[in-house]
């Protein structure tokens, strides 16, 4: 049966992507042997290396004063990364998810922390819009997507002190205004690769102004330097990245996927409001357009089991809401296909003629 995979992450990738990998796990640009197999350090891997990042300055218009790194250890890393390189006494959060809770957790670490707003009141199911930035603070960190609660900042707003932006879950989603912010990071798992490598677009101006000292691994400046190979990189996860931006470029870029993913979320959000049997959980004017989190109307609160055995004998696949919220979660990120959303949709229907 035809699988519809919904998974908030690691999640779906292009097929092309997915194909032009297994090739050159075995055969590497022409050199005979395998990409899990050659030397970091092989021009070939250069070649490769380059034309990502020549990719990430394309598709996001990235000015020449911001860097662009691929690095190990997931977006949970730059959560202690990030102040340790640029906090040097204290930063400022809004607080919009369990993501946002591990980054404030982490940055405590070095130095005071101020939460301007949280949406923890209503189980983060809003972006809090009345709040000032402070302006003694060394910057001002949001998370750009809630992955868990299916709300999102769509807009780059302005911050009088550099913004630091977690967009682990949607990058590449739509244009953004890159000087607008300080350091954007995220992991590549949600939108534009696979696990195991983690993206970082760094102002450089920004660095070197702590007083701390910084082991190697975590200071940006040793990869900078290093252009991403101080040590070895994870090789496999940034070719898989690299396979998928060039499918991004080929659909037309960045504001092309936020058609289709204003597309793709308008007609699920349409279904959900529409369908007798369903409720949206998040406030409408802060909907993701990547992960669209629904629950069993109040009436139907009996029918969560049998919608999930419903949707999975129809090859839904990672439609479960997260564990903290229960109820269901769509996560349709760039690579999820329209066909898999109409799939959803018409099992919603098919659900609701049957039950309601
Ligand atoms: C998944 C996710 C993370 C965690 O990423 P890892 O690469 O697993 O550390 C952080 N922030 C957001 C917004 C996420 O969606």
Known sequence: M????????????????VEASIEAIRNFDNTGIGLLEISHRTPGWDKVMNECEALWRELLQIPENYKVLFLGGGASTQ?????????????????????????????????DVEVVASSA?????????EYTIPTDADYFHITTNN??????????????????????????????DI?????????AQKNVGPAGVTF????EDLLGKVERQIPSMVDYRTHIKGGSMFNTPPVFPVYVMYETLKWVKSLGGVEEMQKINEKK????YDEIDRNKMFVGTAAKEDRSLMNVCFVMNEEYKDKEAAFMEFSKERGMVGIKGHRSVGGF????YNSCPVESVEALIKCMQDFEKENA
């Not at 035809?2 to 992507?17: E, H, M, Q, T, W």
């Open 2 to 17: 035809k699988k519809y995979n919904f998974n908030a992450g690691p999640c779906v990738l292009p097929r092309v992507a």
């Open 79 to 111: 959560f202690f990364t990030v102040p340790s390189n640029i906090m040097s006494k204290k930063a400022a959060f809004l607080e919009t998810g369990v993501w946002a809770k591990k980054a404030i957790k982490e940055a405590k670490l070095y130095g």
């Open 121 to 129: 009141d209503k189980t983060f199911s809003y972006i809090p819009k």
């Open 147 to 176: 992955t868990i609660y299916g709300t999102e900042i769509r807009e780059d707003i302005d911050s009088p002190i550099p913004l630091v932006a977690d967009m682990s879950s949607d990058i590449m989603s739509r244009p953004i």
């Open 179 to 187: 000087s607008k912010y300080g350091i954007i990071y995220g992991g």
């Open 200 to 203: 970082v677009i760094v102002r």
């Open 265 to 268: 979320a308008g007609m699920l």
């Open 329 to 332: 979660r769509a996560s349709i």
